[in-house]
């Protein structure tokens, strides 16, 4: 081969290789490596105290957080308290949060990771917008794709784990990261951001249930001291009343709790036109109004009215003496305050319905007959035998 041809050689050499780089390049589509590396923050310089917005959207649904003069709350729960410390917790992901991978990846890509927002083609992200007084948003995120990594055993077998997320800012064009932060809580369901703080029953004296479509099914219990054992009240002739059932009733509405809140109630739908109402009166002055409506899966859909009726005064007793009433006045004073404040705070209730479930309630909301003990029936006696016939002679 003279220098003519191995010259013409390496030039053809050099043009497909190039043609095949050229090839690779485009079947990669728009897939390159950033030579930025980690460390990068998710958020940039993002003010955490000018956010008054949280916004989660993806194909299951949307999520608004806003925030309300102090407080924050979720509009799709007809505004109801909001957890704070869920909020910030969200907030604060943000703006901590450091890339531990950059990629500059193209629009092509993004169906692939998950990184394109919801409504957008195929896109199976959740946008997360954080927002300032006037609407704007301050950050604009797609949570995509969660990374993997496989394990090989241990003491609960092997499988996959996520170890981090693909994370695309839509502000940049195609700048993706990787952050080791899934923003697992980051999801539009209302349910799970709410303020579940509830009321507390406590010191109960009586206990009544009443039922709108069965009045025969009603009943009260009540008990002279908080220690006591309860009493059916207005026993009839003939009911021999079961102590340990009665036992069983517990204190009502001691720790209740809720899974949600009804956003849009509507009575007729919900039961709750035909409820059964059960009435708490404490030893200190409370009265709980509760009803519940159908049970629906797990749940019963309740409603909760809070009043009370204080004394305004404290009646010394007869053998008190002068150099105790001082103390006890202003321990009657503080009692009273504590009291009115716990008023103050449970009233908030009565706007909402919730969604509580069945295991608060059934233990109490149980017909009459439920209370007494099971009748036996009476042994029937033994019919007379049969007498032989006497043989002829």
Partial sequence: MNRKQLLTLLVLVAVIGGAGLLVNKRRQGDWQQSSSGGGQKLAGSLDVNAVTTVSIKSSAGELNLVKSGDAWVVKERGDYAANFGTIADLIRKFADVKAVQTEQIGASQHARLELQAPGDGEGKGTLVELKGKDGKALKSVVLGKKQTKKSEGGPFGGGEFPVGRWVRDTASKDTVIVTSE??????????NWL?????????????????ATNAASGWKVTRETEGAEWKLA??????NVDTNKLSAL???????SFSDVVADPQ????GLDKPATLVLETFDGFTYTAKAGTASGDNYPFTIAVAANFPKARTPAKDEKPEDKDKLDKEFTESQKKLAEKLA????????????????????LKPRADLLAEKKEEPKPDAPKAQPKPEAK
């Fill in 195 to 211: 303020e579940k703080d509830f009321l507390k029953v406590e010191h109960v004296k009586s206990i009544a249930v009443s039922y």
């Fill in 234 to 239: 207005a026993a009839k002739a003939g009911e």
């Fill in 182 to 191: 899934q923003f697992a809580d980051a999801e539009p369901k209302p349910e």
């Fill in 345 to 364: 705070a449970e009233t908030k209730f009565a706007k909402w319905t919730y969604l509580v479930s069945k295991y608060t309630l059934d233990s109490v």
């Fill in 250 to 256: 517990g204190s009502p509405l001691s720790s209740p």
């Fill in 267 to 270: 009575a007729d739908k919900l």
